[in-house]
């Protein structure tokens, strides 16, 4: 009689203790990434904002149109830095919308930023004074193609700014979209890849085991 009983304790408790913890486990981390990502999201968006409106822009200087290149230069290598961590990402699809929410933000606040330099280094550039509000707004109607009307560039600085905005807009509408496409797929090919080599054997070892 020890051997039937004997038999019976192991079968009860490995069957429900292997059949909630995958679930948990594969669920949890999938909000706890979403959560971490719009947070994220966010506050790169906000801080992006808030360093616009504090930094000291009303001071003239000579550099600005290498300030302004330079600034051009970093939004191409924050893009190509978030493309590396899209590959290596374990959740790429949320990373590459925190990708292009950061790269968007550094896009719109450094052209704004720009046209609010140039009409403080040069009066009249624009058909009206822009303020930071202003110039943003302007970049943003711009980007989108919408054109209202009420803030035009007269000067030629003013339309080579606006040209090159267009022409980085897209450049960025379409070339960012490809890149960050395909940057997804390479993660999840590389997601899919690594964890079946590892989830096989663990699977199916108790599951042998409890057969017989």
Sequence with gaps: MSDPVADQS??????PDMGPDPWSLHVRPSRRAA?????????IVVAFVVGYYLLPLDARGAGDAALFALGLLCVLLVFLWEVR??????????????????TLALFLVLFAGGYFLLEHSSPGSF????????ALYFTVTTLSTVGYGDIAADSEPARVMVMLQMVCGLLFVGGAARVL?????????????GPPSGAGPDTSTPDQEVGP
Excluded at 35 to 40: D, K, S
Excluded at 127 to 134: I, V
Excluded at 181 to 193: D, E, F, N, P, S
């Design 35 to 43: 959560l971490l990502a719009i947070g994220r999201t966010v506050s």
């Design 85 to 102: 961590t899209i590959v290596r990402s374990s959740h790429p699809r949320l990373k590459a919308v925190e990708a292009l929410a950061a």
């Design 10 to 15: 192991p079968q009860a408790p490995s069957g």
């Design 127 to 134: 058909n009206e004074p822009l303020t930071r509000t202003d």
């Design 181 to 193: 496409t395909g940057a997804v797929q390479a993660g999840l090919r590389q997601q899919h890849r």
